[in-house]
């Protein structure tokens, strides 16, 4: 793609099938780049197609050709998409340069614009640090999904806020303040984490689970 000069941001897992409702960041980010955007093959996603007068840097530490932005992905070299041809109405039938915007949300060695929202807390350096090494990691699109989407009654909350916990807890070498602090970031606080000790519980539950990984791992059980 880097020879064409052509740059596909995707979205997964943000376009319900039955109803065609996408969720409001992602129709935010679609706004933002305002060119052809389409509907992916599963349906589940947005393929949002512009131009780049220069291309995107590569992340310094792992020279990688994609960017992440929470979760999402921007290709821009050493790719191949799949072009559905479902065109997503309301946007552009034509790709428009986006270089402007797509240098300042993409930043390898930064959270970038959209890391900004966070519902209470100040975000520390060192808090900073280990939200670069999630994005960084397998775990990225799950985790920053659940950061920045609030609880609801119909999900497992108890069980997703032990599973950020855990992500967490993996990349803060299980720093229980670090935790918490994090936790306290996303979207997903509310009252039931300030009645009794359930996020203590829960915090202290995920770092457990993340010593008895690594002692498994040191006994070459996994």
Not at 37 to 42: A, G, L, N, R, W
Not at 105 to 131: I, Q, R
Request: net charge neutral; glycine share 8%; hydrophobic share 35%.
């Amino acid at each position: 793609m880097k020879e064409t000069g052509i740059a596909c941001l995707d979205l997964d897992e943000v376009r319900n099938v039955e109803t065609g409702e996408i969720e409001a960041e992602a129709l935010a980010i679609v706004k933002d780049f305002q060119s052809y955007t389409e509907v992916s093959i599963s349906g589940t996603g947005l393929h949002i197609f512009f131009t780049l007068r220069k291309p995107l840097p590569h992340g310094s530490r792992t020279h990688r050709t994609k960017n992440r932005l929470d979760g999402y992905e921007l290709y821009h070299d050493k790719r191949f998409m799949l072009i559905t041809g479902d065109h997503l109405p309301g946007t552009p039938e034509d790709l428009r340069d986006r270089t402007d915007i797509a240098h300042k949300v993409f930043k390898p060695s930064g959270l970038g614009e959209y890391d900004a929202s966070y519902s209470g807390g100040k975000c520390t350096e060192d808090a900073k640090t280990v939200l670069l090494l999630i994005r960084a990691s397998n775990a990225a699109f799950r985790f920053f999904k659940r950061f920045r989407t609030p609880a609801i009654d119909a999900e497992d909350r108890s069980g997703i806020d032990f599973g950020m916990a855990v992500t967490i807890a993996r990349f803060s070498n299980c720093d229980k303040s670090m935790v918490e602090q994090i936790m306290r970031m996303s979207k997903r606080v509310r009252e039931e984490w300030n009645r009794g000790d359930y996020l203590h519980r829960t915090i202290t539950r995920a770092c457990a689970a993340v010593e008895n990984e690594r002692k498994e791992r040191r006994n070459g059980n996994v």
